[in-house]
């Protein structure tokens, strides 16, 4: 890797007919800027799936539910490529929202707001969402917390027993408690899924501490002997708390990959260089790391699309 990014080489990418989407990425080694991260991101994400020892992050913020970005997650998830992740609140309302039967549809950054607001529609950027989307989440989450143990729990123990009663089989949520892949969500009340835990806790035993999920985070990290690697998809809590917990137990990451668009010069950690992650111990100093510049709706999904394939060249 080192040595690849330090080359003269004089290789250019190439596109041909019905090539495969390894062969494509395989060509954007060629390339430069974020086809070239593309290709290195890869060739990590490849390394931590080779490495036993590893354990596995992925950490998301932002509209990607919205974005189109849920199956994509299901199916990193259900490959086992990933053994923790990382979500807002809202990410997993919007989850939610589609599992109890309200779905997010195309629609235009060009439009009248206001007139989208009497007709009861949202908008995220060209992605438009029925209100009802939100009465449908309250009317499914508050029939379900009833059946969840009534006692004090983490964001991460809260989503483990709400996945066994979501029935989508495209649900992250559900996704996660199959597999037994933990969800930290430390932003939990930055949601409504928040909100209507704490509306329904007043009156129940039910109630969600988000202190609880560093409690959960250090069983899983404070290990001798493991390697860590993590994925981070845009910026915000998800991206902060793995890496600021990492440095609470004396423990680095070995391998990162950031794909976001926010930009760095401001000083706000979803724009931060990642490798500026090694002046604070949070990132080891050999640690492997991919900057990424991009869209996630553009990166994300061909970069499982390799994972996947890679997945079942090695079964």
């Known amino acids: 890797m080192k040595s690849e990014k330090g080359s003269r080489n004089e290789k250019r990418m190439d596109v041909w007919p019905s090539m495969s989407i390894k062969e494509f990425t395989d060509q954007l080694g060629g390339a430069g800027y974020a086809g070239k991260r593309m290709a290195e991101a890869f060739e990590i994400y490849k390394k931590m799936l080779d490495d036993k020892k590893c354990i596995k992050f992925v950490a998301a913020a932002g509209a990607l539910i919205a974005g189109g970005m849920r199956n994509i997650f299901v199916k990193l998830i259900r490959a086992k490529a990933a053994d923790a992740m990382l979500f807002t609140g809202a990410i997993l309302t919007h989850d939610l929202i589609e599992s109890f039967g309200v779905h997010h549809y195309q629609g235009s950054s060009e439009v009248d707001d206001v ?9 995220m950027y060209d992605v438009f969402l029925e209100k009802k989307g939100f009465m449908k989440h309250e009317e499914g989450i508050q029939k379900i917390l009833p059946l969840l143990p009534q006692k004090e729990m983490s964001p991460r123990e809260f989503l483990m027993e709400l996945g066994k009663h979501i029935k989508d089989e495209n649900s992250i949520i559900k996704a996660c408690t ?8 430390p932003s939990i009340t930055d949601s409504m ?4 835990a704490w509306m329904y806790g007043q009156n129940h035993d039910l109630k969600i501490n988000p202190q609880l999920d560093i409690a959960d985070f250090m069983d899983l990290v404070w290990k001798e002997d493991r390697t860590y690697g993590m994925l981070i998809l845009g910026g915000g809590v998800p991206k902060h708390f793995v890496p600021g917990m990492m440095q609470a137990t004396g423990n680095s990451l070995n391998y990162i990959i950031q794909i976001t668009m926010d930009r760095p010069e401001h000083g706000g950690v979803s724009g931060m260089q990642i490798r500026e992650a090694k002046s604070w111990g949070k990132v080891s100093p050999d640690g492997l ?25 090695k079964d």
Do not use: H, S, W
Request: charged share 30%; glycine share 4%; aromatic share 10%.
């Open 289 to 313: 790391v991919c900057d990424m510049r991009c869209d996630v709706t553009l990166a994300f999904p061909l970069l499982v699309a390799n994972i996947l394939d890679y997945l079942k060249e």
């Open 193 to 196: 899924l928040g909100f209507q």
């Open 115 to 123: 007139d989208l607001a009497k007709k009861d529609v949202f908008r």
């Open 178 to 185: 199959d597999m037994g892949v933990d969800i930290y969500c």
